[in-house]
């Protein structure tokens, strides 16, 4: 058997098989080597002789860069590189590389159907009904969807899916994102904020911003006492974007009437987290990203952007662009 021409390593998946990037990187006679680090020590001892890296959830930090000898690129299965030590990673000339486009729909959908469900105390009655409890009244109140005013934090890809489907249900969404121009707010029809009206004017915020240094707790006692009394907030972002313990405060205080979260700060949270015992708090496992269809997106597009740097070409969607690849000086 003729030896393959680059070695890519799999530091992690949670995907049923490989076969969508054995298809794509056997085609340009790469080995794909599978594996289920759970430590940087793991990733540091299989990858000392690897070109390049798919990686999940298991962290690659500063250690980590110095030991991928003759690796050129990195890439996450997903949008965000919070995992990833990016900086490191660039002074050791690799590329980090994300898949920005597979799920947009998928999150949107989900951060809708998470909203709804709150709105409409769905959980909640369902439960009710289950218990024998057949009573309308057991949801009040609610208040009508049209007319209200969802805050979107971060108008990325997602937050723009996520507009316009709040647009169709006759929403008026107001954003908050610094890093925009004002004619992506104009072309939407979404009314462009500072960060403090966001706060006093929205019914219901909902977070589609990466996790920084900048984000990290952005959401936090603080804010939360700035925000519209009653209001509703959607997470399906990064879980520490917002602090939990000051959350459980806010909404057991009433400044909030509820939340749905879809990321916490620790996955999977332990059993005791305070915010399972209240019933105005909707949580799913990170699964806003999951169709059939993303998932074999996700895994094509990335062993894609590992064969198109391999093969001498620049990727489609380097997080750190300014990279000076070994070997180019």
Not at 84 to 111: K, L, M, Q, S, W
Not at 217 to 242: C, D, E, S, Y
Not at 268 to 279: A, I, R
Request: charged residues 20%.
């Amino acid at each position: 058997m003729a030896q393959s021409k680059y070695r890519v390593l799999v530091t992690d998946y949670i995907f049923p098989n490989l076969e969508p990037e054995r298809t794509v990187l056997e085609a340009i006679g790469a080995e794909v080597i599978a594996a289920q680090c759970r430590s940087a020590e793991e990733v540091m001892t299989l990858g000392a002789e690897v070109d390049g890296i798919l990686n999940q959830a298991v962290r690659l930090d500063s250690r980590v860069m110095p030991a991928l000898k003759r690796c050129k690129v990195i890439v996450r299965y997903g949008v965000g590189v919070d995992n990833v030590d990016v900086e490191a990673a660039t002074r050791h000339g690799i590329y980090v590389c994300n898949v920005p486009f597979y799920a947009t729909r998928e999150v949107a959908d989900h951060t809708l159907a998470l909203l709804l469900s709150l709105v409409r105390k769905v959980s909640l009655m369902d439960r009710a009904v289950r218990s024998g409890r057949w009573d309308y009244k057991l949801s009040q109140p609610i208040r009508r969807l049209e007319g209200s005013v969802l805050g979107i934090v971060g108008l990325g890809n997602i937050g723009r899916a996520v507009a316009r489907r709040a647009q169709g249900f006759g929403l008026r969404v107001i954003a908050y994102d610094p890093y925009l121009d004002d004619a992506v707010f104009q072309h939407l029809g979404v009314e462009r904020v500072d960060f403090p009206t966001l706060l006093q004017q929205s019914d219901y915020v909902s977070l589609h911003t990466p996790l920084t240094p900048e984000t990290h707790h952005l959401f936090n006692r603080a804010v939360f006492q700035q925000m519209k009394r009653g209001a509703i907030l959607v997470n399906a972002a990064r879980g520490p974007v917002v602090n939990e313990t000051d959350l459980y405060e806010a909404l057991q205080q009433g400044w909030l009437a509820g939340a749905a979260l879809d990321v916490m700060e620790k996955e999977p949270p332990g059993k005791e987290s305070p915010l399972f015992t209240l019933d105005n708090v909707l949580i799913t496992p990170h699964m806003a990203w999951y169709s059939e269809e993303a998932g074999a997106d996700l895994q094509r597009l990335a062993a894609e952007e590992v064969a198109r740097v391999l093969q001498g070409n620049p990727p489609l969607s380097p997080v750190n662009p300014q990279v000076k690849l070994r070997g180019e000086g």
